[in-house]
Each structure stands twice: as structure tokens, then as C-alpha cells.
């Protein structure tokens, strides 16, 4: 066999200094191109694996949700104001931190709408955004801003909760993560295809995953079978049978397992002479339009006999219901295990729970994914209780100092009025009232008019509250047992306002 020839590709490397007319311009270095491109590929795939494609373990969002949640908070987009133009939120995300296509980021606003897609849908959409068959109007046409539920994923981001880095210009910053008060990946669930690897999840009922959550802060060594007694297996907005317990085991054991699910079908007199099916519910990401066409193509193919019409009954309003008309002599149970096995109303559902825990992609279990949100919570809880404690001893100093400066609001006032700049007049305060520095700028730069209405009584009772905020505060973090109490605490707080009962039916 011939011998294999080395490829190379020669690269002008620049020297330190400019080159001088007529002088070298650089110097010519041989690389395997093997090596430059394996190196290269790599540094996309990290890039595609890290800043797009997959979620983080903690939040359970990718860098786009993220980076919509934030940037609408910015705008001061809450519950309570009024909705803006969803092209408006889109260039705002893509011009400060999203340097990508917009069509991408309002897909994503869009599925973050949709109560189909997602259990607790986080931003509150105003228009068509769309429905399990049909897209979404253009982003110029509809309008958003945050859901209730959002808010507990980004409050607390002003409180020092989560690390903040630089945009991709370098010209602000934006959150690395969002304090996530619930666990959203398992919740709200996701998918994701990167460069080698994609994840899969599902989305769960939020006051089961909760109940999980809390019965692992009180007991760490708490094993998968005590935890899906809280979570018997997924629950799908749009709800469906389950039928498969042992993979939904094998997905909460390694992170990787498949089920069955099924439409939910009501057997029964569809008119005053037939029998027939009612489909009430179907599989997740499954349409009535796609079923009815499939059902259809199906009866012209003679693949399926015995339905003699199909009805699609279905709107935004009333949810799924599809009518199937079954033919005199046709018993509608057998009809319906043909269309269980030829037709989507029965898909199988892969979870392959693949997210970053440290940068890196990992495949999580159940009591991992929640092991990693229970840790990212006692963080938040710790920063933030570290963060007002710094901010109440700060107003409690200068509350000190205006108690005592009170006292004798006429000699205040004469001695900043005598006083021939704000230094001599920092100085005298500070020697005739005994004050610190900091308290006597802060009396310096209150109004007069402040100065004349301050109520001892209302400071007394400030100071009160400040020395028992800060009290609390000491106590909770001196004892991790605390935090996590206080964690669960917040938790069943949450749960008590969003959780809704299950709509996905799980059977053996």
C-alpha cells in the first residue's frame, strides 16, 4: 500500500510587532489538519452542548429561556403591567443577549405560553400563539409579558442569589442562572438536540414534585421507590393514559427509560342509534388534527373497518373531542384497539434526562435531578439571607444614627447652617453627636424637610424590626438544618398557590 501523506496547512502566524515595508509579514507554521480540526469541532460542540442546546440541571432552562425570563424582568414586564409586543421582547433579548436568529427566540417565548407544551407555563401570552396543530401568529401580531409562576424563577436574582457574567460584548451582564424557586426542569420538562448527545424530559405535576422534594430535604438518604410514592410517573398537560410502569422505573433510576401513552377514549352512544368513541385527551404533542387525518387515511386504505364517520369537535375553549361514529355490527372496543395500535392515539415517550451540572452534561435520575435543585436552593437561600442581613445592619446603623441626632434637631440644623462646607460640617456632627462616618453623610444628604419629619416613635419601632430581621437572620445561618427547613418551607408555599391536581391517568 502507498505510503499516507501527512496533510498540513500553512498558517501565517503574526509576530508581536507590525511588520515594516518590505519585511516579513509573519512566519509559516505546518499543522495537521486532523489536529486543527478535531480541536475545532471540539470547541463547537462545547459551545453548542454549553450556550444552547442543553438546560441546566438547576433552573432546567437553556441560555435562551433564560435569557427571555431575564431581559423581560429588566423591562419591568410582571404580572400586573400591561402586555408588550412580543417583537419588541425578542429584539430586546437578541440585541443585549441572544445573538442569534429571532425566529428562535420567539419559538421559545412562544413555547414558554403554550399550556399545552409546558404544566406551568411561565410567560402569559396575548394572541394566537398557536395550538398542537397549527403554529403561532407572526411575533408582530402578539403580544406577552411574565406569568405568576415566573416570578418565582427570577425573584430574588437582585439579592447577590446567583453569579452574574458578562454578555456575549461584554457591555452588561446577565444571570449565569436564575434562583429558581421550583424545580423547572422537571416540572415544566424539555428537549434539546446537541452536538452528540440530545435530552429528553418530561413534564411532571408540580405539587407531587414538591411533596418529592420536601420529603428528600427531611430525609437525604431516601430511596427511589419512597420517592415515587410522591411521583408516580410524569404528568402531561395535555393528559393521556400512561401504560408502562417499569420504564418510567428505568427513567427515574438511570435517567434513561420509554413508556406508552395513551389518548384518554370514552366508550359510549356517540347519537341516539350509534356507538362509537369520544377521545377527550391525547398523547403529548399530539393534535386532534393529526389524529383525525391518520384515522381517516386509515379508513380509505381498509386498514381499519367499522367507523362509519369522525367528527372533530375540538377547540380552545372546550379542549380535545373527537367523535368516532362506529358502524352497526362493530363492537366499538375492538375498533379501538386497531386505532391503539395503527394510529397515534398510543405513542411511546422516551426520557433520556440529559442536562449541564457543573458545565458538564450528565445523565440524572430522579432523586439527582432533585438532589441538584435542593443544593442550588439551600445556595440561593444563603446568598440571599447573607445579602439582607448585610442591607438591615446597614439601615440599622444609620437608623442608630438618627435616633441620636433626633435628639436635637435645632443643633443639627446650626451646626450644618455655621459650617462652611460638607466636610466641616461631616466633622462637627460627628464630634457633637458621637456618629460615624457613614451616618453623619447620610444626615447630611437627607432634605430638610425629612429632617423636621422624622417620628422618634416611628424609628424606635424601626429599629425594632431591623435588630429582629437581623436576629432571625444570624440564627438561620448558623444552622444548615435551618436552611433547608426554610427551603422546604418556600416550597410549600409555591405549591400551595400553583399546584393543580394530576391530569395524566399512570397504570401498570
Do not use: W
Not at 433579548?93 to 442569534?100: E, F, I, N, S, T
Not at 417565548?109 to 410567560?123: D, E, I
Amino acid at each position: 500500500m502507498p505510503k499516507k501523506e501527512k496533510v498540513s496547512t500553512k498558517v501565517a502566524a503574526k509576530s508581536k510587532n507590525e511588520p515594516k515595508p518590505g519585511e516579513n509579514p509573519g512566519r509559516i507554521v505546518d499543522i495537521d489538519v486532523s489536529h486543527e480540526m478535531s480541536g475545532s469541532f471540539l470547541e463547537y460542540a462545547y459551545s453548542v452542548i454549553y450556550s444552547r442546546a442543553l438546560p441546566d440541571a438547576r433552573d432546567g432552562l437553556k441560555p435562551v429561556h433564560r435569557r427571555i425570563l431575564h431581559q423581560m424582568v429588566e423591562m419591568g414586564l410582571r404580572p400586573e403591567r400591561g402586555h408588550v409586543k412580543s417583537a419588541r421582547v425578542v429584539g430586546e433579548v437578541m440585541g443585549k443577549l441572544h445573538p442569534h436568529g429571532d425566529g428562535a427566540i420567539y419559538d421559545a417565548l412562544v413555547r414558554m405560553s403554550q399550556n399545552f407544551s409546558m404544566s406551568l407555563p411561565l410567560v402569559d401570552g396575548h394572541g394566537n400563539f398557536g395550538s398542537l396543530d397549527a403554529g403561532p401568529a407572526a411575533m408582530r401580531y402578539t403580544e406577552a409579558r411574565l406569568a405568576p409562576a415566573a416570578m418565582a424563577m427570577v425573584d430574588e436574582a437582585d439579592e447577590d442569589t446567583v453569579n452574574f457574567s458578562p454578555n456575549y460584548d461584554g457591555q452588561i451582564l446577565e444571570p449565569e442562572v436564575l434562583p429558581a424557586a421550583f424545580p423547572n426542569l422537571l416540572v415544566n420538562g424539555g428537549s434539546g438536540i446537541a452536538v452528540g448527545m440530545a435530552t429528553n424530559m418530561a413534564p411532571h405535576n408540580l405539587g407531587e414534585i414538591i411533596a418529592a422534594t420536601q420529603f428528600l430535604i427531611e430525609s437525604p438518604k431516601a430511596t427511589l421507590k419512597q420517592l415515587m410514592k410522591f411521583v408516580p410517573g410524569p404528568d402531561f398537560p395535555t393528559g393521556g393514559e400512561i401504560h408502562g410502569v417499569e420504564g418510567i422505573k428505568d427513567a427515574y433510576q438511570s435517567g434513561k427509560g420509554a413508556f406508552q401513552i395513551r389518548a384518554k377514549v370514552e366508550i359510549g352512544k356517540v347519537t341516539s342509534r350509534k356507538l362509537g368513541l369520544t377521545i377527550t385527551e391525547l398523547p403529548f404533542n399530539i393534535g386532534p388534527e393529526k389524529i383525525v387525518e391518520k384515522i381517516s387515511t386509515l379508513v380509505k386504505s381498509k386498514k381499519i373497518q367499522g367507523i362509519s364517520d369522525i367528527i372533530d369537535l375540538s377547540d380552545g375553549q372546550n379542549g380535545t373531542r373527537v367523535i368516532i361514529e362506529c358502524k352497526n355490527g362493530y363492537e366499538p372496543e375492538d375498533v379501538l384497539a386497531k386505532l391503539y395500535k395503527l394510529s397515534p392515539l398510543e405513542d411511546q415517550f422516551s426520557i433520556n434526562a440529559v442536562a449541564l451540572v457543573g458545565g458538564k452534561p450528565k445523565t440524572l435520575g430522579l432523586k439527582e435531578l432533585l438532589e441538584v435543585f435542593i443544593s442550588h436552593r439551600i445556595e440561593v437561600v444563603t446568598r440571599r439571607s447573607l445579602y439582607r442581613k448585610r442591607k438591615a445592619e446597614a439601615r440599622l446603623n444609620l437608623v442608630e444614627g438618627l435616633l441620636k441626632a433626633i435628639i436635637d434637631i435645632d443643633k443639627v440644623v446650626k451646626i450644618i447652617r455655621g459650617s462652611d462646607d460638607a466636610t466641616e460640617a461631616k466633622a462637627a456632627l460627628m464630634k457633637s453627636f458621637k456618629l460615624s462616618e457613614d451616618q453623619a453623610i447620610y444626615i447630611l444628604d437627607m432634605p430638610l424637610r425629612r429632617l423636621t419629619k422624622i417620628s422618634k416613635i416611628e424609628l424606635d419601632g424601626e429599629l425594632k424590626e431591623l435588630t429582629k430581621s437581623i436576629s432571625e437572620l444570624t440564627t438561620l445561618l448558623k444552622s444548615e438544618a435551618a436552611i433547608r427547613t426554610q427551603v422546604s418551607k418556600e416550597l410549600g408555599e409555591l405549591s400551595q398557590r400553583f399546584a393543580i391536581a394530576r391530569r395524566t391517568l399512570v397504570l401498570a
